[in-house]
Structure formats: C-alpha cells, structure tokens
C-alpha cells in the first residue's frame, strides 16, 4: 500500500523559504518509472502542478516558479523535499505531493502553508 | 504551456443522471489526460488515466474518452457520493497543466 504524507511549517513569512518534506512508504523512488510531484491548491482555487523528480534523477519545474524551487530525494530515507524560496502571501495554499507512474496515482493529504508577518 | 479548459465549470444534477464534463487541450495531447475527483478539504482522487483507462477500484460508472484534444468524462448514473469537483490534467509534454474544474452539485 502506497502512502505519501507532507509535513513542514503551517506558517511562513514573506521573504522566507519554505521546505516542505513528503515522506513515502509502499513503492521505491529508485524503481524505474516512478515518480513523485508536488501540487498546490490556493483556497478555493485550481490546483497547479510545481514539480516533479523521478527515479533517475530526473527533475522537472513549473517555468513560472523554476527560479524559485528545488526537489530533491532520499531514496534511503524514502523522502522528496521542495524548497520555495522567496515566499509571498499568494503562494498561500495547500501543498501536496503524489505518486505518479502513469498519472498522479496516490496523493498525500496535503498541508496548508500561510504566508503572512 | 498547453493549457486545458474544462467546460462547464459547474453544473447541477439529480442522483441518477447522466453527467457529461469536457476538457479541452489547446494543442493536441494523444490520450495523456487523466482525470480526478475532490472532494472539499480531500486529496484529489485518481479516476482515469490515459484518457479512458479506469484507476483500480473506482466505480464503473465513471468513464472517460476523447484523444487529440477534445476528452469527456461521464458518470453515467450519478451518485450521492459523486458530487465533487472534478479536473482534467494532461501528461504529454512539461509543464504539467490541469483544468479550472468542473463542479458537480446536487440539483
């Protein structure tokens, strides 16, 4: 059984970087195929795609907010981190991360992160 | 970016209807489009990935067709647990893009 959960600050200032963790366990990110995204969800809105590692390495960014991310993982510790610098209050949302092989499969239940002084 | 459009944005039904939601790519996306359900304060929950193959363990009401760039989702006979919000992604090319949503209310 596949899991993923999110954890990281609920509460963040602006001009901060935000690292948030997803911790998985039921698959490995050194299989081939496999990979892990993270999506946000502003209150009431759509969700966004912000990016995506795979099991190679591999890593992708949305272009509107690659200057500003990174992901990273732990195949040994079966974790991805994303790093947000440069925070603002429209980055406001929750955070999710998920499982994808031939599309976003199984998700975590997402954190809320708030951006305000 | 290819961007995806979902139409309607919402729409009311009765349990026991037939609920058609279009999503449309800007440029063409063979079948990598998949489509998901949230519920409010939920995870998104896989329904169909590459444009019509069902997500194990989802109910065979759900049904989704279309490639190119003009895809459907149906729920043939809705439920009482089907009134959700519902999205289209597309999984052809980076960015990863999703529709604006679809809504589903109780009629």
């Known amino acids: 059984q596949i899991t993923l959960k999110e954890s990281g600050p609920t509460l963040v200032k602006p001009t901060q970087t935000l690292t948030l963790t997803c911790t998985f366990s039921g698959f490995s990110l050194s299989t081939s195929g496999v990979g892990v995204g993270w999506i946000r969800q502003p209150p009431g809105k759509a969700l966004e795609w912000l990016a995506l590692?795979?099991?190679?390495?591999?890593?992708r960014y949305s272009p509107s907010l690659k200057s500003r991310l990174t992901i990273t993982k732990d195949t040994s510790k079966n974790q991805v981190v994303l790093t947000m610098t440069n925070m603002d209050p429209v980055d406001t949302a929750t955070y999710y991360c998920?499982?994808?092989?031939?599309?976003?499969?199984?998700w975590g239940q997402g954190t809320m992160v708030t951006v305000s002084s | 970016d290819i961007q995806m459009t979902q139409s309607p944005s919402s729409v009311s039904a009765s349990v026991g209807d037939r609920v058609t939601i279009t999503c449309r790519a800007s440029q063409g996306i063979s079948s990598w489009l998949a489509w998901y359900q949230q519920k409010p304060g939920k995870a998104p929950k896989l329904l169909i990935y590459a444009a019509s193959s069902l997500q194990s363990g989802v109910p065979s009401r759900f049904s989704g067709s279309g490639s190119g760039t003009d895809f459907t989702l149906t729920i043939s006979s809705l439920q009482p647990e089907d009134f959700a919000t519902y999205y289209c992604q597309q999984a052809n090319s980076f960015p990863v893009t999703f529709g604006g949503g679809t809504k589903v209310e109780i009629k």
């Open positions: 590692i795979y099991w190679n390495d591999d890593k």
């Open positions: 998920a499982h994808r092989q031939d599309a976003f499969d199984i």
